[in-house]
């Protein structure tokens, strides 16, 4: 033990002070201390933004506002005034609904559940369980879009470009798909859309990566902290009307489960020691403790999927089994109401 703690001592003098692998963590993925960190050009995430951008025009296209308004002109009169017009006229087809409709700039919630909107009754009366995934992949407007594709860019690729497309394409998908569960387990009176739940699953999973890898970090406690406050800040905006946050809350927790499994990284010297002498070898790839971890969130992970599946296809109100849980998603102000 000596001897694998004199190495591991002396890698870190090696690398430097200052950040999490002397700065080097996320700044520098071509590392050559781990053969994990060759550093992977990162193809899903951008495959991921385009399809959900393509996602996007589609369903404008479908939407079709000019003419969708001039129907419902010709068979409500009195409405077609009092919606307002679309928005961008120029755009045609492409336009976006009246502002009072969606203020995101997007199309209107019937084009939403046409083209795959989570919606309660669909899924468990209809038997549509694919909605359960195709809203991942919706936006309610332009705003929605960019927002998400944004922070999808700025944290999924540098996690592709360090652990590969397979783990962060299992985190992303699965993260979503928890999100549409809880969701769904929560929230009938409305449709969801978006790649929220996925994006808060990576969030979740840059968390737990920290902590399960917690010993190869030097300035671990400040990035805990600022990953901590990302993520606090981030939830704390679900609280607000019309923000699915059970789907944000479901991504988050399956995310964080799913990164003490797929992103566990060797100890330090693990790699490099295996050319040493047998008594300077660093004996364990990974510590107990990361084992101890993993199985902990494996068995969670199943449970989790387990039981909200049952409750869902039952057809069961999450609320009636946690009544105060209808304050994660708004909190009531004199300013607006959380009735729907």
């Not at 990162?42 to 308004?69: D, E, G, K, Q, Y």
């Not at 295996?274 to 008594?279: D, E, F, G, I, K």
Request: proline share 3%; aromatic share 12%; glycine share 10%.
């Amino acid at each position: 033990m000596e001897n694998n703690e004199d190495l591991e001592n002396r890698r870190v003098k090696n690398r430097g002070g200052g950040g999490a692998y002397n700065n080097n963590h996320y700044n520098n993925p071509t590392s050559s201390y781990y053969q994990e960190e060759r550093g992977w050009i990162s193809w899903l995430i951008p495959l991921f933004v385009v399809a959900n951008v393509v996602m996007f025009i589609i369903t404008m296209s479908i939407n079709n506002c000019p003419r969708n308004i001039r129907d419902d002109d010709r068979f409500h009169p009195s409405r077609g005034t009092s919606q307002g017009e679309c928005v961008g006229r120029f755009l045609g087809r492409f336009s976006f609904q009246p502002l009072r409709e969606n203020p995101l700039f997007g199309p209107s919630s019937s084009t939403l559940l046409k083209m795959g909107a989570l919606e309660w009754n669909k899924v468990v009366h209809q038997h549509q369980g694919w909605r359960l995934i195709s809203c991942m992949w919706l936006h309610a407007g332009i705003i929605h879009l960019l927002a998400n594709m944004l922070s999808l860019v700025f944290i999924g690729i540098r996690l592709e470009q360090q652990f590969g497309f397979v783990r962060i394409g299992i985190i992303y998908l699965l993260s979503g798909f928890g999100g549409s569960v809880l969701s769904s387990l929560f929230i009938r009176n409305n449709i969801s859309v978006g790649a929220s739940g996925a994006l808060f699953g990576l969030l979740g999973a840059m968390l737990s990566e920290l902590l399960t890898n917690w010993t190869i970090y030097t300035n671990k406690t400040a990035a805990l902290f600022t990953l901590i406050v990302i993520i606090a800040i981030n939830l704390a905006v679900g609280i607000l009307p019309h923000v699915d946050n059970f789907a944000h809350i479901g991504g988050f927790a399956t995310g964080l489960l799913l990164g003490f499994i797929l992103l566990v990284r060797p100890q330090f010297g693990w790699v490099e020691s295996q050319n040493l002498p047998v008594n300077a070898r660093v004996r364990s790839k990974h510590k107990a403790y990361q084992y101890v971890l993993g199985l902990i969130a494996l068995v969670l992970v199943i449970v989790g999927y387990t039981v909200g599946l049952v409750m869902l296809f039952r057809g069961e109100n999450g609320y009636d089994h946690c009544h105060w849980c209808r304050y994660l998603s708004c909190v009531p102000t004199s300013r607006w109401k959380c009735q729907n």
